[in-house]
């Protein structure tokens, strides 16, 4: 599991994959079997910012690129636009990541995950 207990359950995924469609986007990176995931919310409106929802990456391939190559892409699905996400505040490879992409923090939300951490809410300005 990617997210230990804060991993998404088998209803999510099935509700996930059920509202597929053109403002939902899910990349899958693959070596032989799945190493990570990208999931995107693209509003069909080009002046609505882009949610990037969840990205994850399996233990044993994390800092091989894997991520990078998954963000690479989701960010190709919506050039130009707006791009929002947030990340658990002491996430440091992930914030690491995101800052490489040209993120930038833009507010927080105190108290937002389980145990109290802080949400840093992240955007990216123009998508390439």
């Known amino acids: 599991m990617c997210f230990g207990l804060m991993a998404w359950s088998t209803v999510a995924w099935t509700t ?7 403002d939902r986007v899910i990349l899958v990176a693959d070596e032989g079997t799945a190493v990570g995931y990208l999931v995107l919310l693209v509003p069909a409106a080009a ?12 233990p044993e391939v ?11 892409a989701g960010l190709r699905r919506c ?8 990340v658990a505040a ?6 690491a990541l995101y800052r490489g992409f040209g993120f930038e923090e833009i507010s927080r939300r105190k108290g937002y995950y389980a145990g ?12 390439a």
């Open 62 to 72: 994390r800092r091989t690129g894997v991520g990078g190559q998954l963000l690479t």
């Open 16 to 22: 996930e994959f059920e509202r597929l469609s053109d």
């Open 90 to 95: 002491g996430n440091e490879s992930a914030g």
């Open 116 to 127: 109290g951490e802080d949400a840093v809410i992240m955007r990216l300005e123009n998508a």
């Open 79 to 86: 050039a130009g636009r707006t791009v929002l996400l947030e």
């Open 47 to 58: 002046e609505d910012p882009v949610d990037l929802l969840r990205i994850a990456v399996a």
